[in-house]
């Protein structure tokens, strides 16, 4: 029997807490329970069923896509990134072929987003919110920047893992490339549609649309200290917004539905390993933990993460 009392005590803002709210579901033995916390900024009410920015949630999305084009026999996990995407990577600074399957691990050693690009202001981060960025824009600023050298590999593709967001831009183009398709009518037709995730929004192309009310809000403080809202949807063609409901639907349709077949499916667990054959250690740049730890598989980095931010 869940204990209510002592999950809406786990969701209650304290002091520190960056977060200005809270939206949790759980589930046992046939009992649900949602909660909500916040908004602590403007001591507005927070609906248990509201719709917020799911972040990192995505990259397993992508991950599912390109493993159910696996089992379609439209992509090999195991051919390279070069194979695919010619010309994509610069042939001078990566002469090292990068898999299908490196850029789903994290094991890749490509750059980080924009890296080398000077940090933004709060201000400016405020200001771009209601950016719109496609995958070729992300990558050709971080591959091909004007004004300074372009990054090459951080280490030797398969050596190690380390969490990398900018692989799975080189994903979600591969996914466009091999279907002819932009990656929100895939995530649509593949997961959000045969998992009934109606009140999951991908992101409208070249377009910043409003977060759906019931929200959650998220603020930035701006240069001179106040607090902006900043629940706007732009961002990637991956960036969505849903509600627990619809998370609870997609993570039950991995491991119960329809999304994967058996095969594809344990591609999700896989720990990638390292030379030695042992469980790649993790080193990097997650939002809450540097250093190095036990490696992940596709589904714990994608899903912990969100839940760790």
Known sequence: MLDRAALRA?????????????????????????????DVVTGR??????????????????????????AEDRVDLDDSVQLYLPGLL?????????????????????????????????????????????????????LRPEGRPGPGPCFSPGTRQEYNSFGYRIAGKLIEEITGHSYQYEAVTRILRPLRMRDTRPTVPNRATPVPRPYLPGYLAGNGGDLVDVNVQGGLPASMTATTADLDRFISGLFDGPLLRPAQAAELFTVPKGEDGKPSAVHGRLPLQHGAWQGHSLLQRGVDVHAAA
């Open 45 to 70: 009410h927070v609906s248990p069923r509201a719709h917020f920015r799911i972040g990192s949630v995505t990259k397993t999305m992508e991950a599912v896509i390109l493993l159910q084009l696996s």
């Open 90 to 142: 610069p042939e001078d600074r990566f002469k090292e072929p990068i898999s299908v399957r490196q850029l789903l691990d994290h094991t890749s050693g490509l750059p980080h987003d924009l890296e080398g690009a000077p940090a933004s202001t709060p201000d400016e981060e405020i200001e771009q919110r209601m950016d719109y960025v496609t995958f070729d824009e992300v990558i050709r600023k971080t």
């Open 10 to 38: 786990a969701i209650e803002p304290r002091p520190g807490d960056s977060a200005a709210g809270v939206v949790a579901e759980a589930h046992r033995n046939g009992e649900t329970w949602r909660g909500a916390a916040g």
